[in-house]
């Protein structure tokens, strides 16, 4: 049942008065039909509280969410590329997209299999989902700016155990046995063109966040239409 | 014309509180900041007038909720001390390990040399059967036995003096002091956020609790242990030399997280919600911007006057 709301300027019950969110002071407000007087719906305080701690913990979810999906897709991105980049180096000695583009012969079952394609496959639908994302969930953000600073962290998550082991040489003391990976040393141009379709791919699937977005914000409002018309009903049939 | 405040009428009960916030009043709009809050005669209703219009403005406004409010209040509270506590054993967990394994590895690695070194000097002093009489057989190792009387002659001379430096100083050591600052720091971040409403010295005393058990938990372990009478460890021998450098690089480590980590937690805090929120669902969060005086997120930062 609704908490009962009088205009405390002429006595008018105003409960069933719909409230109008004023944008500029950020507040519901009540034109009482009675005397016109405005007022702030103002709600009782447990259920405000209640409706705050909710807003609070959705708002926390979100950046979990935010999180886990950027963290995932990040680290997804980079284990591909490192499995992609090295495979290509050491199974087929060429470069991942020599063998893609004009070697694809190369991928036949009964050769070396299709482990290739199906990990950069892998890695462009990573791509794809990223720049999605982007344009949807971190739309309040600079797009490229965001591309940029995605991209580049991925590719160097993923040469980094190259880049430590190339730089642990030139130390005046070189660690033995050295940091990071000989293979990755070996495979850094591999995984630098693995990068560089990531990033490529990143920046295709940015248009297609804001469809994605549209949509799932339609459908969002669709349901609460819904939800708000049964509500309605069940109030009228009461 | 300003008018002196409204006094509550005799019958009404004073309760000794004013109103300390703004809040105007509802006929006509003066704002009430000030005013005496009293208990008025006729219902009980706790209020204050408008010295202005003379509307008596109540105060409690919407009926308790009953038992429950209080109830989940109380569940709610106690739950987030758990929380607190539970930050706080999870903050003494790696502060310990990383502080004591980068010690115990220095022992270790020290402990090592001494025997050696003990080991050297058992020869050149023509002892074939170390054993013979009652000596001690060391082995190369940490924890092998080394004659303390030995031990307090070289010490005074520093056996491990030459490359002191080193053996603090060694990269080793760096792999661990190295996520010791990063724990402290991601724990004064955390700290920082979690007591938003006190003072930053509260975001520092919170989590000096578990540095000082893991600290002196430490201390206590790397302590030598009861041997074979006239006999040490080399690796209490190695500890004796380096605990207390070896200690202080650990609490520096700490330190080298945990302040940066506790002034920065907060905007470490609103950046988050800045990246991951849209700037409608950031109000939500507006008390980590409140609680330091800042403008609410998504706010105008123009203030009433200006233009």
Known sequence: MPTHHACHACGHDLTRARAAWDRVENLPVVVCPGCRAAVVRRRDPGVAGYRAGRRAVRALLLIVVQGVMVAGLTAGAAALIITAGTLAAEEYGRNPLRVLVLEPSLLRPDRLGPDLAVWTILLLIVALTAGAWTRSALAHLHGWGVWTVWVGAVAAIATLPGWLYLGSGLLPDPPRPRWGSVQAARAMAEHLTMAFLFAAFFAIGMPLGRPLRSAWEAGLRARRTALRRRRRTLRENR | ?307
């Open chain 2, 1 to 307: 014309m300003t008018q002196p405040p409204a006094q509550p009428q005799l019958s009404d009960t004073p309760t000794g509180y004013q109103i300390r916030t703004d809040r105007p009043c509802a006929r006509c709009g003066f704002n009430l900041f000030g005013q005496t809050v009293f208990r008025e005669h006729s219902y009980g209703l706790i209020a204050a007038r408008c010295p202005e219009c003379g509307q008596l403005a109540a105060l409690q406004e919407y009926p308790a909720l009953g038992r429950w409010a209080d109830r989940w209040a109380k569940t709610l509270a106690a739950l987030w001390v758990l929380v607190l506590l539970g930050a706080m054993g999870a903050q003494f967990g790696p502060t310990f390990g990383l502080m004591f394994g980068g010690m115990e590895m220095a022992f270790e690695d020290a402990g090592e040399e001494i025997s050696l070194r003990f080991i050297e000097w058992q020869r050149s002093q023509g002892v074939e059967d170390p054993t013979a009489g009652g000596g001690i057989s060391p082995f190369r190792g940490s924890w092998s036995p080394i004659s303390d009387a030995w031990w307090t002659t070289q010490r005074a001379s520093d056996p491990l003096a030459t490359g002191r430096a080193d053996w603090i100083l060694h990269r080793d050591r760096f792999a661990f002091w190295f996520p010791l600052a990063a724990v402290s720091f991601t724990f004064g971040a955390f700290w920082s956020t979690a007591t938003l409403g006190t003072r930053r010295w509260g975001a520092f005393l919170l989590p000096l609790i578990p540095i000082a058990l893991a600290a002196s938990y430490v201390w206590m372990l790397s302590l030598p242990e009861p041997n074979v009478p006239g006999t040490i460890t080399a690796r209490d021998a190695a500890a004796d030399v380096l605990r207390v450098p070896l200690f202080a690089g650990g609490l520096i480590a700490v330190g080298a997280g945990l302040v940066p980590g506790v002034l920065t937690g907060r905007k470490i805090a609103r950046l988050i919600v800045r990246l991951a929120l849209p700037p409608r669902m950031r109000t939500a969060l507006s008390i980590l911007w409140l609680s330091d005086g800042l403008p609410p997120p998504g706010a105008s930062r123009t203030t009433a006057g200006e233009p």
